[in-house]
């Protein structure tokens, strides 16, 4: 059964960045498809970026494009999001999610992924 654990979340002023990491142990990620979901208090959870799993293809939400960056790091068996200029509404827990045959498709709907991370907090305040 593969696992996820994200880390990397923090506390960060606005316009500050932040890293996260969504790692794996005894699966190799290149073989899945990644996507990034996020969930603000009080709202539904929502799809932030995602990558296919030839890492041909990726997709951002339109609320973070140019400012967020997805990429695999096949050395260390992750995929990061990188977060840069960060602002308070990308407050959050974000989650990353996996679904094999994945192929050169970037699924944005969560109900495309099968396996979850338990989360980790963003939080962007001064």
């Known amino acids: 059964q593969l696992q996820l654990v994200e880390s990397g979340g923090g506390l960060v002023q606005p316009g500050g960045s932040l890293r996260l990491s969504c790692a794996a142990s005894?699966?190799?990620?290149?073989?899945?498809?990644i996507g990034w979901f996020r969930q603000a208090p009080g709202k539904e959870r929502e799809g932030v970026s995602c990558?296919?799993?030839?890492?041909?293809?990726?997709n951002y939400a339109d609320s973070v494009r140019g400012r967020f960056t997805i990429y695999r790091d096949s050395a260390t068996n992750t995929v990061s999001l990188q977060m840069n200029h960060l602002k308070p509404e990308d407050t959050a827990v974000y989650y990353c999610?996996?679904?094999?045959?994945?192929?050169?498709?970037?699924?944005?709907?969560?109900?495309?992924?099968?396996?979850w991370g338990q989360g980790t907090q963003v939080t962007v305040s001064s």
């Open positions: 999610a996996a679904r094999t045959h994945s192929g050169d498709v970037c699924y944005e709907s969560e109900l495309e992924y099968r396996y």
């Open positions: 005894g699966f190799t990620l290149d073989y899945y498809g």
């Open positions: 990558i296919s799993s030839s890492g041909r293809n990726t």
